[in-house]
């Protein structure tokens, strides 16, 4: 798979973007998997096109977005796509599309990074898993936790499965537990739960 420009039309206006786009040798036989592996990135890049217009009327809505959890919340909802159209093998590839190639500035994506470990990529993609993982959670507590306490919960993978577990969070986030002691709490609530019923770690 390649990534190519090519010109589309928005609002009225040509601008050229990168797309993907996957290589057939010349001379190759093209066989039905191919033409399937074929139909399945133009259905996937027409997906990304379609949520990354909705996204930006999403912005129009809130215009601030920068720590903004309803705008999270709402576009993480339309990120539950991967989920509902079975992409969820390609689901890293999609958002470094989406948040890195596309729209950085309104995914939090980044162009370049100060880590040396780290890549622009990789956190891309980490800050618009935390928007799909959000939208996860019952709307109902979006605001009874703050960003920063958010930020702590969404380290835990499918908390949001776990009634019980995310009741118990939400009253030490009650208390203003926060930072790493909120990220301790949630570990001990974990394994608490784990040795008494049988709770699966995430």
């Known amino acids: 798979m390649v990534v190519l420009k090519t ?3 928005i609002d009225g ?3 050229e973007v990168p797309v993907f786009e996957t290589k057939i040798k010349p001379g190759k036989e093209v066989t039905e998997d191919i033409v399937d592996l074929l139909q399945r990135e133009e259905e996937i890049e027409n997906k990304i096109q379609e949520i990354v217009k909705k996204i930006r009327s ?3 809505k809130y215009g601030r977005i920068k720590r903004n959890l309803d705008y ?3 576009v993480g909802s339309l990120l539950q796509f991967v989920d509902k159209k079975g992409y969820e093998n390609v689901k890293g590839r999609i958002w470094q599309r989406i948040a890195h190639d596309l ?3 309104l995914l939090f994506g980044k162009k370049k990074t ?3 470990k780290s890549s622009p990529e990789k956190e891309s993609k980490r800050n618009i898993e935390d928007m799909y993982q ?3 959670f019952p709307k109902k507590y979006l605001h009874r936790v703050s960003w920063g306490q958010w930020d702590e919960i969404l380290k835990f993978k499918e908390i949001y499965k776990n009634k019980r577990l995310l009741g118990l969070i ?3 986030c009650k208390r203003g537990l926060s930072g790493i002691a909120l990220r301790n709490k949630i570990k001990s609530l974990r394994e608490k739960l784990k040795s008494e019923n049988g709770y699966k770690r995430t």
């Open 13 to 15: 206006k040509t601008i």
């Open 103 to 105: 729209e950085p500035d």
């Open 58 to 60: 999403i912005v129009l």
């Open 114 to 116: 100060i880590k040396k």
């Open 7 to 9: 010109k589309i039309v």
């Open 72 to 74: 999270s919340f709402e």
């Open 170 to 172: 939400m009253k030490e």
């Open 134 to 136: 959000l939208a996860k």
